[in-house]
């Protein structure tokens, strides 16, 4: 029996919709390159960085997308990221997961999906003493410095209303503008601040991290919407890496009493992404 032409063309239209939906598959994709691209920043220790020696990426976060590459079975590619641009890179499949210090909130879950919880950390601002400020309140109408595209500076905004904010592209940037004088305080994640006190040396003496935290924030690898496989698989990592303990020796190794940060203990686990 012929079919009429317009059954062909529905069934021919709903075959090439079965064949998108299958190569629209990211982890199927993942596997057949045989390598995973992560976004990072590289610029903020101790979850991404340039290790001075061997000019590799190392950290935290990357330490998780090494897992998460290994279980699947390819090689991790690191490429890095500016904050501002790590969604768009992850929209637009540059990158195929963000391991990029990336704070989950409801605002970017309109555009992206988001792992387990992997860290949990507050923003404090870093000041100079000289400025005479003690606590936020006396930000009012202050220039204070931070990273462009992050949480920071509407956290900020919110905790003081009538503060001053100046971007700059890389937290690095950011904070040498503040030893420029070139604002009155400075404003990141605390883990990234305390790391970059030590750096100080014998200026630490010259400021001083104020003691209010202006939000609680919970960071997350970024994935795309939609990708039930590529979460599944990477939030059955995380929890791995949670019951077997080793996501506490990561802790320890990057953020634990040893290292510059000096954390005692971790005060979250890994085990949930809800916020």
Do not use: C
Request: aromatic share 6%; hydrophobic share 40%.
């Amino acid at each position: 029996m012929r079919l009429p032409s317009h059954f062909l063309l529905a069934a021919t239209v709903a075959a090439s919709l079965l064949a998108t939906a299958a190569r629209a598959d990211q982890l199927d994709d993942i596997k057949k390159k045989g390598e995973i691209v992560f976004g990072v920043l590289g610029t903020d220790e101790p979850n991404s960085f340039v290790d001075p020696k061997t000019r590799d990426i190392v950290g935290y976060e990357v330490d998780i997308a090494t897992a998460i590459a290994k279980k699947i079975g390819v090689k991790p590619v690191f490429k890095q990221l500016a904050v501002a641009a790590r969604i768009p890179e992850l929209q637009q499949g540059r990158v195929d997961i963000l391991a990029a210090s990336l704070t989950h909130n409801k605002e970017r879950e309109a555009q992206i999906d988001f792992s387990l919880t992997t860290f949990v950390t507050g923003q404090k601002v870093l000041v100079k003493t000289a400025s005479g400020i003690k606590d936020l309140p006396d930000l009012a109408g202050k220039k204070v410095l931070t990273v462009k595209g992050g949480t920071q500076e509407p956290n900020i905004r919110k905790a003081v209303p009538n503060v001053d904010v100046v971007t700059f592209e890389t937290t690095q940037q950011a904070f040498l503008a503040l030893q420029q004088g070139k604002g009155v305080g400075y404003v990141n994640d605390e883990a990234s601040l305390v790391n970059d006190y030590a750096k100080l040396g014998a200026a630490k003496k010259d400021y001083a991290i104020l003691p209010t935290s202006i939000s609680v924030e919970p960071l997350a690898l970024g994935l795309k919407k939609g990708e039930k496989g590529l979460k599944t698989l990477v939030d059955g990592v995380l929890r791995e890496l949670e019951t077997s303990g080793d996501a506490n020796k990561l802790f320890v190794k990057w953020y634990g009493p040893a290292t510059k940060l000096q954390f005692d203990k971790r005060s979250f686990k890994i085990d949930s992404d809800s916020i």
